[in-house]
């Protein structure tokens, strides 16, 4: 999962004009997360829930 913190770090790199490929490197995530994050503007959900929820 990526934090509040790196989601704002790739919108303002994005905002600079630095590529995809530039800001998965510098930040170590990958392309997918990256153009993710851009395209909807926040970082993506947790695709998987927690083991316990369905206990609950």
Do not use: D, F, W
């Not at 600079?16 to 395209?39: A, C, D, Q």
């Amino acid at each position: 999962m990526i934090t509040p913190a790196y989601r704002q770090i790739i919108l303002e790199m994005a905002g600079k004009g630095v590529s995809l490929r530039e800001i998965s490197r510098t930040l170590k995530v990958s392309r997918n997360t990256v153009r993710t994050v851009i395209k909807s503007g926040e970082a993506p959900e947790s695709a998987r829930k927690t083991k316990y929820i369905e206990h609950l």
